[in-house]
């Protein structure tokens, strides 16, 4: 059964949001605090996805993330109550894999949490490295991206992306040439329909650009089409 973890000061926001996801089959905890929630993901390392509060009456949301990261790569979706503080959190490059701004409905959080979820691959422990099939590999002058590995190295070597970043660059890559709008990748890539700043695409891509060291006024990998959205724009390998 997947677990997920509730981190929300009002008893009443945690109550909706338990109901939902048991209805999906999790098994819930809850914390009303960042101590407690610390404490919840060292105890339970079988936690699938935490749910985090920017907001705690403790220490903020942004410090319980940076905490776990320390010693956990467990999926985490922030929750914030302003939408403008998503750009700034993206930004901050703190490790999280969605965003969600309050108010929202239970179903949208539920989408959210299913959606990366599928993310993240799932190990099989029935297939053996023999028998495995060739992951899926893009090859491009500039970048190499391996989809079964989840791994991106460009010509200085391993580039680090989170995961949603990474689903934005095969996304992207897996047609070159081709202009995406910010709609068609928050569809394509998010997975759900988006309630949220569709400038969230934008912060993405330059977080991304900073960790593949893209230019953006002279890009090799990604290319802004103003007033549209974004392209690969980087050639094939020889």
Not at 215 to 234: L, M, Q
Request: charged share 30%; proline share 5%; glycine share 8%.
């Amino acid at each position: 059964m997947r677990r997920a973890l509730i981190v929300d000061d009002e008893p009443q926001i945690r109550t909706v949001q338990r109901a939902y996801l048991v209805a999906e089959g999790f098994d819930v905890l809850e914390a009303g605090t960042g101590r407690r929630a610390l404490d919840q993901v060292a105890a339970h390392p079988d936690i699938d996805v935490v749910l985090l509060d920017v907001g705690l009456p403790d220490m903020s949301g942004i410090e319980v993330l940076r905490t776990i990261r320390a010693s956990s790569d467990v999926l985490v979706i922030l929750v914030t109550a302003r939408a403008d503080e998503v750009d700034k959190l993206v930004g901050l490059g703190l490790g999280a894999d969605d965003y969600v701004t309050k108010p929202f409905s239970p179903r949208e959080l539920v989408a959210r949490v299913l959606t990366v979820l599928r993310r993240r691959p799932q190990a099989d422990p029935g297939r053996t490295a023999s028998v495995e099939p060739p992951a899926d590999v893009l090859r491009y002058d500039a970048v190499t991206i391996d989809r079964g590995r989840r791994e991106v190295t460009t010509g200085e070597g391993p580039v680090d992306l989170s995961a949603l970043d990474f689903d934005l660059l095969w996304a992207l890559a897996s047609a070159p040439g081709r202009v995406y709008s910010r709609a068609q990748l928050l569809e394509k890539v998010w997975g759900y329909d988006f309630y949220g700043d569709e400038r969230v695409v934008d912060v993405h891509v330059r977080t991304m650009r900073s960790a593949l060291g893209d230019d953006a006024h002279e890009p090799r990998i990604i290319a802004t089409v103003r007033g549209v959205g974004y392209k690969f724009v980087a050639g094939p390998a020889d």
